[in-house]
């Protein structure tokens, strides 16, 4: 037996973007509308309950496979990925602090990482030096833990005195 040569990379920060419990909501309304059927007195009749399982189990089905595709986020030591788009860490240079006070930093205008047009809803934006002095924001829900994670990366790379 032969050994394959491309060996995982550690995982030091991972985020799964959805869960595939919402599915279950399918079920659950399925299940609320046979009830209400048959506290009605119609009794059980399967047809509109069945309905209701397929259809908002399938969207909602579909809403969690593109936001596990689209939303999540995987740093290893070579690579931060945030949703399909994958960037060197050799290519981060800096990041920046996180945004306090009442005036916006620059950093947060700058292109948000992945093929969504900005930051996604219940994430935050962490600013990123990109080689090149381009700027772009990485993204979280656990933002303190990525944005830990990404300083250790580019602190090991390069010093504290020399960071531009």
């Known amino acids: 037996m032969t050994q394959s ?6 995982v030091l920060f991972y985020e799964q973007g959805a869960s595939w419990w919402w599915v279950l909501a399918g ?3 399925a299940l609320a ?3 209400i059927q048959a506290s009605a007195g119609y009794g059980i009749q399967l ?13 909602l ?18 690579t931060l990925r945030q949703g399909t788009e994958r960037i060197s860490v050799d290519d981060i240079v800096r990041v920046y602090p996180e945004a306090t006070g009442a005036e ?5 205008s700058a292109r948000a990482l992945g093929e969504l047009t900005g930051v ?4 935050t934006g962490i600013g990123l030096k990109l080689a090149n002095d381009r700027a ?3 993204w979280a829900r656990k933002h303190h833990q990525l944005r830990m994670a990404l300083s250790q990366l580019v602190e090991e790379r390069i010093p504290p005195d020399r960071t531009p």
């Open 136 to 138: 772009a924001q990485a």
């Open 27 to 29: 079920p659950a309304a």
């Open 33 to 35: 509308m046979g009830l």
């Open 47 to 59: 047809l509109v309950p069945g309905i209701f399982l397929v259809l908002v189990s399938g969207f």
């Open 5 to 10: 040569s491309a060996t995982p990379q550690q």
């Open 104 to 108: 916006e930093p620059k950093w947060q």
């Open 120 to 123: 996604p809803r219940g994430r």
């Open 61 to 78: 089905g579909i809403q969690v496979k593109a936001a596990r595709i689209h939303t999540s986020v995987e740093l290893t030591p070579d």
